[in-house]
């Protein structure tokens, strides 16, 4: 007779949790924030991109190009 899906998923599901875990070694708390804070800039700067691309006032075209200027000069010495 042919097993269900769930009852699959479950095996799945035990035999994932049984399976020795990738030796990745732990950040430390300076790594993390330095993670945490490129990420930040990233979307920050992924943010600012899109809303430059639909910005029609010159004034605001101009106030979001020195925004992206200055998160790619952020994320530039943070790398």
Do not use: N
Not at 14 to 23: F, G, I, L, N, Y
Not at 26 to 44: F, K, M, N, S, W
Request: zero cysteines; a positive charge; hydrophobic letters at 40%.
């Amino acid at each position: 007779m042919a097993r269900g899906f769930e009852s699959k998923d479950v095996e799945f599901q035990q035999s994932e949790a049984d399976r020795p875990k990738s030796a990745k070694r732990t950040l430390t708390v300076e790594e993390r924030d330095l993670h945490a804070r490129r990420l930040t800039l990233e979307l920050a700067l992924s943010r600012a991109q899109s809303d430059l691309g639909l910005a029609k006032s010159a004034t605001h075209r101009r106030m979001l190009e020195e925004a992206v200027a200055a998160l790619h000069e952020q994320l530039g010495r943070i790398t």
